[in-house]
């Protein structure tokens, strides 16, 4: 199974946008190229910092953004929240339910995937946070018997990553969710909020990657600060049984140098 994973799409409606914010037509220049590509993904999963401190109105935007991408491109879309989200406007503009505050975090069961979305989002706080319910319900879920991989989704990541500047703003007490991730088979762990594509290995070997944003990215630290800079960046995904791949998927402009087949590949190969 394939699938996509973008991150901090920091999605705003209207005119006037912060440069930190996306438009939904950039957001859908993600979902046209991944639709062409040859490993087109089942769908997409974008990991929190979905809408940009917004009210109901721009998540019911939202959410007819994303019924046009499925129809569109044929991907269905999961979101988990981040700390730019608001639980109450989520629920009432997107889930189309009575406001309130409490986490957002739900199982989806696929043909080869098991995925498992989780809610450390806090409002008005930039760290997250995963309350003991949740935490339970994430080992009630672990233990049930599951044929399928298992890959577990979450804003915040759970561990270090190599932008050490912000880590101070990563998962609180992660060994509570690290200890529940020792005892159980997960292929990966996807996070966010790093706005840079980074890779790490929590202490009971589960891989997590945090995906780079598409509203903007942010560069290694130089001299004492970060530079937020405009960029497109997105994760293919593929797992399979025995393993589970993911990689940066780039959007941003590139000159081609050549383009070849894989026969064409193999023919220069044996040429030389
Ligand atoms: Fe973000």
Redesign the pocket.
């Given at each position: 199974m394939n699938f996509l994973h973008i991150s901090?799409t920091?999605l705003c409606f209207g005119e006037n946008r912060s440069p930190i914010c996306s438009s939904p037509e950039r957001l859908e220049k993600v979902y046209a190229a991944a639709a062409k590509l040859d490993q087109k993904p089942d769908f997409v999963l974008i990991t929190g910092?979905f809408v940009h401190e917004g009210g109901p109105a721009d998540y019911a935007a939202a959410k007819q953004f994303v019924e046009n991408m499925e129809r569109r491109y044929g991907m269905p879309t999961h979101v988990a929240l981040?700390n730019?989200d608001r639980h109450d406007a989520f629920y009432r503009g997107y889930c189309e339910m009575p406001a309130h505050s409490g986490p957002y975090y739900y199982r989806i069961k696929m043909p080869g995937l098991r995925l498992l979305v989780l809610d450390s989002a806090v409002d008005d706080q930039v760290p997250g946070r995963l309350d003991s319910e949740q935490l339970q319900w994430l080992e009630d879920q672990l233990q049930k018997p599951c044929a399928t991989p298992t890959v577990v989704a979450l804003h915040h990541p759970p561990c270090g990553t190599t932008v050490y500047a912000t880590n101070q703003n990563n998962l609180q007490k992660p060994e509570l969710f690290q200890k529940i991730l020792e005892r159980y088979p997960v292929k990966a762990v996807l996070a966010?909020?790093k706005?840079f594509p980074t890779a790490a290995m929590l202490p009971g070997g589960t891989p997590v990657y945090t995906g780079a944003?598409t509203a903007f990215a942010i560069e290694m630290p130089q001299g004492g600060a970060l530079s937020f800079v405009d960029g497109i960046q997105a994760q293919f995904c593929a797992v399979y049984d025995q393993g589970f791949y993911w990689s940066p998927f780039c959007l941003d402009e590139r000159p081609l140098l050549v383009r070849m087949t894989p026969q064409q590949m193999r023919e220069y190969h044996a040429e030389k």
């Open positions: 901090d920091h910092d981040g730019h966010g909020h706005h944003g």
